[in-house]
């Protein structure tokens, strides 16, 4: 059974950080890219930063450039999401999502498409208070 699990959201201050975690199980990790998506109340969802398992290469949406780092334990098929420098514009919910290959990850993340991907998971809501 493919499973992906987004953990780690949570309430935080602006400027403040935060660490998701997406654990992945069922599918060849090493084969995929593993992109985090958000969707905040009344907005479209949106891709957010994106990593190539196969050769750790990574994309992310400009507003969050600087700030987001995406990385990966391939020991624990796990992708991480570092947050830092938190802005009221980040809260939304965050979930994770994978499809098979890496020529999507390479694109701007305004051409990733969620419904595209092979595998969702569930969502973590990160709530950045003023």
């Known amino acids: 059974e493919v499973q992906l699990q987004a953990s780690g959201g949570g309430l935080v201050q602006a400027g403040g950080s935060l660490r998701l975690s997406c654990a992945a199980s069922?599918?060849?990790?090493?084969?995929?890219?593993i992109g985090w998506f958000r969707q905040a109340p009344g907005k479209e969802r949106e891709g957010v930063s994106c990593?190539?398992?196969?050769?750790?290469?990574?994309s992310n949406l400009d507003s969050v450039k600087g700030r987001f780092t995406i990385s990966t334990d391939n020991t624990k098929n796990t992708v991480f999401l570092q947050m830092n420098t938190l802005k009221l514009e980040d809260t939304a919910v965050y979930s994770c999502?994978?499809?098979?290959?890496?020529?999507?990850?390479?694109?701007?993340?305004?051409?990733?498409?969620?419904?595209?991907?092979?595998?969702w998971g569930k969502g973590t809501q990160v709530t950045v208070s003023s």
């Open positions: 990593i190539s398992i196969w050769d750790d290469s990574t």
């Open positions: 999502a994978a499809r098979y290959g890496s020529a999507w990850c390479l694109l701007p993340a305004a051409e990733w498409d969620y419904y595209d991907m092979d595998y």
């Open positions: 069922g599918f060849a990790f090493d084969e995929y890219a």
